[in-house]
């Protein structure tokens, strides 16, 4: 065999085959798509930026900056030079129709002043090639140049990065909100519940669309705020600059723990659903919030289904034994004597933690059933969650 090598057939053998891997080496680079591109369209630019690519899907981000007047609403079309397919956006709604994509502003980000920008994110599907359309137009006006592309990295045949939606980078750091109508809320919100704060987003209770989190979290019934709004606005202040919060609510009034449960009530599926369009954007599901019970008060069973559901679910989603935070009832009312049951989760399921409700008083308006924390009780109570999430996950 030395021999072999040491001869001159060997040496050009040797040599054929380097020459032979570099080819291979820089056709696989000029085959790589673009990966982002600034496009100019009447008075916009749109920069197009995939921030992580999984082989058969990506996230997308973009951004809208407006050179000329105030705009009050806008839009953006444009159409896919592959088979594409949009499957979640935040930031916006969207239609599309084929290879042809429109979106439209929220109503809360429809307002773009001079030199101002919105951004924008969503995830999509696709097989072949993936490169950034074109032909983005911004209010119909005709895209008029793209600009040389600002990354050409090869896309990652792994699972998709860790990102936060609108963001190149950080974590994406998302929680359940699970239960009855002490999760979705009963108080009235006010003006300092309703500050807005763009790193930390809610995936939408009605539209399945990521937008920047306000009160309502929930059913919009009656507007009101939860334990998740406070729980998000502390918890922010211990992530990384560049991280995001993201809550996935899932909360509905009147409902028993059964119409959440797997094979048994009507609710599981929507929760998986949810949870994994947050998945699909990035997101890490770090814990789940939980406040349930009154409409299973007395109920012996309760732990052991409460237990059966959380197990489902962090089977389902791969979750692991993510913490587990149930909050007690109120210690006024006719289900304070629920709250035996709720003392009892710890020891039934695992890394559970229950939220004291001591201190907490009724919401004055409900005079009907006198079993909805009042909005300063609310406020309490989702500091407490917050709380202990940051003492369980080390933050």
Known sequence: ???????????????SITFTLIFIMVSAICAINLYAATIVSGNFEVDYSVQNDWGTGCQVNMLITNNGPVVNSWNVSWTFSGDQQITNMW????????????????????????????????????????????????????SSSTNTPTQTTAPSSTSPATSTPGSTEGTFHVFLLLGQSNMAGYPTPLASDKVEDDRILVLDYDSNQWRVAVPPLHESWNNAIGPGDWFSKTIVDRIPEGDTIGLIPCAISG??????????????????????????????????????????????????????????????????????????????????????????????????????????????????????????????LGKRYAQKMIEVLGW
Request: net charge negative.
């Open 255 to 380: 409902e028993k723990i059964e119409t959440f449960m797997k094979n048994i009530g009507s609710k599981y599926d929507w929760i998986i659903q949810r949870s994994r369009i947050a998945q699909q954007s990035g997101g890490v599901i770090e814990g789940m919030l939980f406040h349930q019970g009154e409409s299973n008060n007395g109920d012996t069973n309760w732990p052991n289904n409460v237990n059966t559901f959380v197990t489902d679910l962090r089977t389902d989603l791969s979750l692991g034994n993510i913490p587990f935070l149930a909050g007690e009832l109120l210690y006024s009312g006719g289900c304070a004597g629920h709250n035996v049951l709720v003392n009892q989760l710890p020891n039934v399921v695992s890394n559970c933690y229950v939220i004291s409700a001591e201190g907490l008083v009724v919401d004055p308006a409900d005079t009907q059933w006198n079993l909805h924390f009042s909005h300063d009780s609310q406020v309490t």
């Open 1 to 15: 065999m030395n021999g072999l090598f040491n001869s001159k057939s060997s040496k050009k053998f040797l040599i």
């Open 91 to 142: 930031g916006a709604t969207y239609t599309q129709s084929g290879s042809s994509v429109t979106i439209q502003n929220e109503t809360w980000n429809g307002s773009i002043s001079t030199n101002g920008s919105v951004s924008i994110g969503f995830t999509l599907t696709y097989s072949g090639t993936n490169a950034v359309p074109s032909n983005i137009s911004v209010n119909n006006s005709t």
